[in-house]
C-alpha cells in the first residue's frame, strides 16, 4: 500500500512547498491540512502514515498536536518543520513524542531525507510490533566500513532486538532508530571521513561527491566505526567508536540557542540527547556511549527523583 504523508501547515505557500519537495519521493501520497485539529479529523478518517507539521498554527499548534498523537495514534511518527525563534517549542515536542525535525531554512536539502529515513523505521516498528519477547540478552560488535549502505540494516537490527526485549515501546522504536542512526551517521561522515555537517545541508551534491571519494581513498577508506551493543531487559548500551580526530562536544553549537536553530550543526547531538536517557562522549570526543533504559528501570529512576 501507497504510504501517505500529512503536511499540517497554516500557510498555504509552505504547503505547496513542501508538497513539491515529497513529490521527488516514489510512490508517495501527500494530503494536507491547515492546522492541528483538521489534521486529526484526516488520520480519524484515512490512513496516515507520517505527519510533517509546522509548529506554530492558529486552533491547535504543532506542539499540541504532537501531544494528542503520542497519546492517541502512538504508531504514526511526526516531524516538525521548524523555524527561527521555535526552540523551545521544538525541544518541549521532542521529549514529548516527535520523531524528528527539520529547520525551514534546510527543508530543500534534509526533508526528503528525513521523511524517508522515518517511513522506513516506522514501517519497521509496525511490523515487529507483534514479534515474540523471547530473549534475555544481546551482545554483539559490529566494525563498519567506509560502507554508508550498512547503517540502515544495523539500526533496523538494534531497533528489532531492543523491542523484543521490551526497551522499547511502539512509540519509542522510532525516535531510538534516529538517534541510533545518527550517531553513526556522525562517526562515519564526521569523524572517519571528515565531513563537515555544513555541507551536507549548503550543498548536497558535493556533500555525496566527496563522500564516494573518501570511501575509497586513503586513510579514509581504511578506518572502520566500532560498534558495541549490549542489549537486555533493564537497558540497552551503545558504544560507537570511530578512528577521526574527533571533537570538543561543549564546541558544537547548541542547537537550542535562539541564534543556532537553523544550524545544521548540532542537530545530531539534540536527537542524540532528546531520544537516548544518557549520552556521553570521551575525552578525544571520537567514542559516544549513549544508553536507553527500560520501562521499569526508567519507572524506578523518576520515583528517586
Given at each position: 500500500?501507497?504510504?501517505?504523508?500529512l503536511?499540517?501547515?497554516?500557510?498555504?505557500?509552505?504547503?505547496?512547498?513542501v508538497?513539491?519537495?515529497?513529490?521527488?519521493?516514489?510512490?508517495?501520497?501527500?494530503?494536507?491540512?491547515?492546522?492541528?485539529?483538521e489534521?486529526?479529523?484526516?488520520?480519524?478518517?484515512?490512513?496516515?502514515?507520517?505527519?510533517?507539521?509546522?509548529?506554530?498554527?492558529?486552533?491547535?499548534?504543532?506542539?499540541?498536536?504532537?501531544?494528542?498523537?503520542?497519546?492517541?495514534?502512538?504508531?504514526?511518527?511526526?516531524?516538525?518543520?521548524?523555524?527561527?525563534?521555535?526552540?523551545q517549542?521544538a525541544?518541549?515536542?521532542?521529549?514529548?513524542?516527535?520523531?524528528?525535525?527539520?529547520?525551514?531554512?534546510?527543508?530543500?536539502?534534509?526533508?526528503?531525507?528525513?521523511?524517508?529515513?522515518?517511513?522506513?523505521?516506522a514501517?519497521?516498528?509496525?511490523?515487529?510490533?507483534?514479534?515474540?519477547?523471547?530473549?534475555?540478552r544481546?551482545?554483539?560488535?559490529?566494525?563498519?566500513?567506509?560502507?554508508?549502505?550498512?547503517?540502515p540494516?544495523?539500526?533496523?537490527?538494534l531497533?528489532?532486538?531492543?523491542?523484543?526485549?521490551?526497551?522499547?515501546?511502539?512509540?519509542d522504536?522510532?525516535?531510538v532508530?534516529v538517534?541510533?542512526?545518527?550517531?553513526?551517521?556522525?562517526?562515519?561522515?564526521?569523524?572517519n571521513?571528515?565531513?563537515?555537517?555544513?555541507?551536507?545541508?549548503?550543498?548536497?551534491?558535493?556533500?555525496?561527491?566527496?563522500?564516494?571519494?573518501?570511501?575509497?581513498?586513503?586513510?579514509?577508506?581504511d578506518?572502520?566505526?566500532?560498534?558495541?551493543a549490549?542489549?537486555?531487559?533493564?537497558?540497552?548500551?551503545?558504544?560507537?567508536?570511530?578512528?577521526?580526530?574527533?571533537?570538543?562536544?561543549?564546541d558544537?553549537?547548541?542547537?537550542?540557542?535562539?541564534?543556532?536553530?537553523?544550524k545544521?550543526?548540532?542537530?545530531?547531538?539534540?536527537?542524540m540527547?532528546?531520544?537516548?536517557?544518557?549520552?556521553?562522549?570521551?575525552?578525544?570526543?571520537?567514542?559516544?556511549?549513549?544508553?536507553k533504559?527500560?520501562?521499569?528501570e526508567l519507572?524506578?529512576a523518576?520515583?528517586?527523583?
Open positions: 500500500m501507497m504510504p501517505t504523508v503536511v499540517v501547515d497554516d500557510s498555504a505557500i509552505d504547503r505547496h512547498r508538497g513539491r519537495l515529497l513529490q521527488r519521493v516514489p510512490n508517495l501520497l501527500v494530503v494536507f491540512a491547515s492546522h492541528g485539529l489534521a486529526l479529523e484526516s488520520i480519524a478518517r484515512e490512513r496516515i502514515d507520517l505527519v510533517v507539521t509546522d509548529l506554530i498554527m492558529p486552533k491547535m499548534d504543532g506542539w499540541e498536536l504532537v501531544a494528542k498523537m503520542t497519546s492517541e495514534y502512538p504508531l504514526i511518527p511526526v516531524i516538525l518543520m521548524t523555524g527561527q525563534g521555535n526552540e517549542i525541544v518541549r515536542a521532542l521529549k514529548a513524542g516527535a520523531a524528528s525535525y527539520v529547520p525551514k531554512s534546510v527543508l530543500a536539502s534534509l526533508l526528503v531525507e528525513t521523511v524517508e529515513n522515518v517511513l522506513e523505521a514501517h519497521e516498528e509496525q511490523s515487529e510490533a507483534k514479534l515474540m519477547d523471547c530473549m534475555t544481546s551482545e554483539a560488535t559490529f566494525l563498519l566500513r567506509a560502507d554508508p549502505s550498512m547503517i540494516p544495523l539500526v533496523n537490527h531497533h528489532r532486538t531492543m523491542r523484543m526485549l521490551g526497551i522499547c515501546n511502539e512509540a522504536g522510532v525516535r532508530s538517534a541510533l542512526e545518527e550517531a553513526f551517521n556522525n562517526a562515519l561522515y564526521h569523524g571521513l571528515e565531513i563537515g555537517s555544513d555541507l551536507r545541508t549548503s550543498d548536497p551534491a558535493e556533500f555525496h561527491k566527496i563522500v564516494a571519494h573518501r570511501c575509497e581513498c586513503e586513510p579514509f577508506c578506518r572502520v566505526v566500532r560498534v558495541e549490549r542489549i537486555e531487559r533493564a537497558m540497552a548500551r551503545f558504544v560507537i567508536l570511530d578512528q577521526g580526530p574527533g571533537f570538543d562536544p561543549i558544537v553549537p547548541d542547537p537550542t540557542d535562539f541564534d543556532n536553530l537553523e545544521a550543526s548540532g542537530r545530531g547531538l539534540l536527537l540527547r532528546t531520544f537516548m536517557d544518557s549520552v556521553e562522549f570521551n575525552e578525544q570526543g571520537n567514542q559516544v556511549t549513549m544508553t533504559l527500560g520501562a521499569d519507572a524506578g523518576n520515583r528517586l527523583d
